[in-house]
């Protein structure tokens, strides 16, 4: 009995994995960070939309799953779709290379230091590149996923017509 109950408590250690690693990675691991950064700010400004950077990595679980969970949900990816310019910043604490350790650190700078609140967290930038919210995505879970109106009325708070007081 004690080995059925180790047997299935690996397989499901097992399965829990494989979870985890058939998510798509959505992180670009080879862009200078600032470069994508600049690049949305540039889209959003044309389009009057504020820049939504999710920082975070292909090696963070827990961005994986934020990433799968707003495209699987139409509501909230046409929030998104009408109001932001989405981008998956990636930061890995473990660069080995000096110059992406020191672009990542710009990055970080530039973003207001959001890694105190741990991966993946959400920098929304405004037309201008100047941060208006950093946003703590552990507010934003439930369970090992996250809630989806916590989510929505994260990014309804953070439009642009929002934060100018327009709507909400």
């Known amino acids: 009995m004690k080995k059925i109950i180790i ?3 690996l397989l499901m250690a097992a399965l829990n994995i ?3 690693t058939t998510l798509p990675k959505v992180y670009n691991e080879e862009i200078n960070p600032n470069k994508q ?3 949305a700010l540039q889209k959003a400004n044309g389009e009057d939309k504020f820049v939504v950077c999710q920082v975070g990595g292909n090696w963070c679980p827990w961005c994986l799953r934020f990433a799968d969970f707003i495209t699987n949900d139409s509501i909230i990816s046409k929030v998104i779709e009408d109001n932001f310019i989405y981008i998956h910043v990636n930061y890995n604490p473990r660069q080995t290379s000096e110059e992406m350790n020191a672009q990542q650190a710009a990055m970080m700078k530039r973003l207001g230091n959001p890694g105190r609140f741990g991966y993946p967290v959400f920098v929304i930038l405004d037309g201008e590149g ?3 919210h950093i946003q703590d995505s552990s507010f934003l879970e439930e369970g090992k996923g996250y809630n989806r ?3 929505l009325r994260f990014f309804r708070s ?3 017509a929002a934060v100018r007081g327009k709507e909400f």
């Open 7 to 9: 047997v299935s408590a």
């Open 149 to 151: 109106e916590k989510v």
């Open 158 to 160: 953070w439009t642009p």
């Open 37 to 39: 950064i600049n690049n």
């Open 18 to 20: 494989q979870a985890q």
């Open 130 to 132: 100047r941060v208006v």
